[in-house]
Structures are given as C-alpha cells and as structure tokens.
Nanobody, 116 residues
C-alpha cells in the first residue's frame, strides 16, 4: 500500500521557487511530526524541514528563511515551499515521518534541479 507520494519537483533557475507536495494516507502521518528530506548524488539523506503534530516547524541553517513546511487543514498533505533556490539545493526530495521508530518505507521522491 502506497503511503507517501511526493510531487512538484522540476528544473528551476537559481533564485527561483518551487512548491513540493507530499500526499499521505493513514492517520499516523497527521498526528506525528513529518519532515521533508533530500538526498543529493553521493551524499546522505538529510532532513531539511520538520512540522510537528501541533504545527511547530524546524529548519536547519542551510534552508532557514528560504524553505517553509506546512500542512493542509486535513493534515493529509504536507507542502514544502522553496524560495531563493540555490544550485546546492539540487537533490531528490522525500517526505516521511521524523521518528526512526515509526518511519514508513520511502516513496519515490521528486527531483529538484537548480541551474546556476
């Protein structure tokens, strides 16, 4: 059963914007902290945005002020608004639960490519 489907990636010039979407199925995604992750070629997957069950958000310094994570009112879709994109943001982006203990199988991700 597919539980996580990412979409919205694409090719954009540096300084541009993209909005990623993550469609989820199952209440586990709506009540627990969700995150957007990215994996660039040859690098480990990294967490770039977190939203908790009560809507609090956390970002690493590399994307703070440029990326915004949010949920829709039904909490079945998680978004990542990415502004002022940089070439180093190029990666495959995934969404998933933040907790290792309950994390689900990874989806296919969505490719983001930022040209300089």
């Amino acid at each position: 059963q597919v539980q996580l489907v990412e979409s919205g990636g694409g090719l954009v010039q540096a300084g541009g914007s993209l909005r990623l979407s993550c469609a989820t199925s199952g209440s586990i995604f709506s009540i627990n902290a969700m995150g957007w992750y990215r994996q660039a070629p040859g690098k480990q997957r990294e967490l770039v945005a977190t939203i908790t069950g009560d809507g609090s958000t956390v970002y690493p310094a590399s994307v703070k002020g440029r990326f915004t994570i949010s949920r829709d009112n039904t909490k079945t879709t998680v978004y990542l608004q990415m502004n002022r994109l940089k070439p180093e943001d190029t990666a495959v982006y995934y969404c998933n639960l933040v907790s290792d203990l309950i994390r689900r199988p990874w989806g296919r991700g969505t490719q983001v490519t930022v040209s300089s």
